[in-house]
């Protein structure tokens, strides 16, 4: 693909994330997003067979950059003092947020907007959980192994943990409008932080 191929498809896809944000992927048409990035009709099908196919590539993008910080994060949980996992945590916090934060239009589309589409990107959607929960699942372990945390089981907390981020980053986006990613992360550490303590589960 030339330099300018990639320039019109990068215009195409920029144009798509701010017609699907602000009109819904269901009222949202082809001729909306060609209006937005100034190209013709005919060129949107160079590149795209329909809105569906290049909602997925939103989407797969957004996926492979919160992927991608998720394996960069892989020894969160593996330092050699609970002080260490908390600078290891709050850096990938700090990271996730400022990465929701930049791409928060992405992020809506992916989260919101596809997940009430399930038919069409249930599978996408779908994937970003899966794959996360376990990655996180993965990591616990380490942590756990070495007495620093403690939980019955990783897959229930890589669960609530991505819960937690879908739920609570939407609603300081949404609700909130603006955030200290600095303050907000340190307490999102700080609150996972104590559920994953050293202390087991009474059994009565």
Known sequence: MSTKQARTKRQLVSAAIDVFHENGFQKSRISDIVAKAG????????????KEEIFHCICAEFKTMFMSLLDDAADMFTGASIEDIRRDLHRFIHELITLFTANYKMARLVFVEGSGHAGKFGGIYESIYADFIGRIA???PVGQQRGHIAFEDAETEAAFLIGLFDSSLFYFMRVKHHIDIDNLSRRMTD??????????PNSD
Do not use: E, M, R
């Open 138 to 140: 993965a990591y616990l």
């Open 191 to 200: 609150f996972i932080l104590g559920g994953l303590t050293k202390q087991q």
């Open 39 to 50: 190209v013709a009709q005919g060129t949107f099908y160079i590149y795209f067979k329909s």
